[in-house]
């Protein structure tokens, strides 16, 4: 099946700082999503992105399907957008995986 | 509003004592899902239903049962828990078109 790494695994950032979350799959993927996880533990779809690129207020996501890699932008953070930042993808039908996730602390 | 349900949040059992999480979608989705999150593992799917009556294997199907009689509704089956079953539970449905999932609370289960 697909493998789907994400990095960096951790990350705290000053409020305020901008961040690049990545997430690099095995093989090709048709249906490319990431989520935010906050800290009560729902999960929350931020894109569905299999290619080219999105925005969403202070977060964009560009997805390069050809070399099987897809960012996560984070502007301006703020202490809301702590949690875990999974993305996950499937190559057909939907047997989705998932990745290990980023966990971002934002400090004050 | 449009929803996952989950029920029950938090679920503590022993061991062999069978039991069923049930998850609904107000939605109209064809797609439904389980997941299973474990520290430092994600998520992982355990099972997947494409329509009513369509289920398959996801990656960690091994000592679950599912069934979708219902196109709402998609209940996972643990027939007889072990303490490895200890888990967050995440029930997540789809539209055909965007493929956008979205899940419900969770539900934490304890095997003692």
Same mark, same amino acid.
């Given at each position: ?15 305020? *700082? ?25 999960? %929350?779809?931020?894109?569905? %992105? ?10 964009? *996501?560009?997805?390069? *399907? ?7 932008? %984070? ?12 993305? *996950? ?17 934002? %400090?004050? | ?112």
């Amino acid at each position: 099946g697909i493998q789907v790494e994400q990095s960096p695994p951790d990350l705290i950032l000053q409020e305020g *700082a901008n961040s690049t979350l990545r997430c690099n799959f095995s093989d090709s993927v048709n249906n490319l999503q990431w989520f935010h996880q906050n800290p009560w533990g729902q999960l %929350i779809n931020l894109f569905y %992105i299999p290619s080219g690129t999105k925005q969403n207020g202070r977060l964009s *996501a560009t997805t390069v *399907a050809t070399e099987r890699y897809s960012l996560l932008y %984070i502007s301006s953070s703020q202490t809301t957008d702590s949690g875990v930042y999974f993305c *996950a993808g499937s190559g057909g039908y939907q047997k989705v995986t998932f990745g290990t996730g980023t966990k971002l602390q934002v %400090i004050p | 509003e449009a929803q996952v349900t989950q029920n029950p949040r938090y679920l503590i059992t022993v061991t062999g004592k069978k039991l069923t999480v049930t998850c609904s979608q107000n939605m109209n989705h064809e797609y439904m899902s389980w997941y299973r999150q474990d520290p430092g593992l994600g998520l992982r799917q355990i099972y997947y239903s494409m329509n009513v009556e369509v289920t398959d294997k996801g990656d960690v199907p091994e000592g679950y049962k599912v069934s979708r009689k219902e196109k709402r509704n998609f209940p996972l089956i643990l027939e007889s828990p072990s303490p490895n079953q200890t888990s967050l539970y995440f029930c997540a449905s789809t539209t055909r078109i965007t493929d956008t999932q979205y899940f419900g609370p969770g539900t934490r289960l304890t095997v003692l």
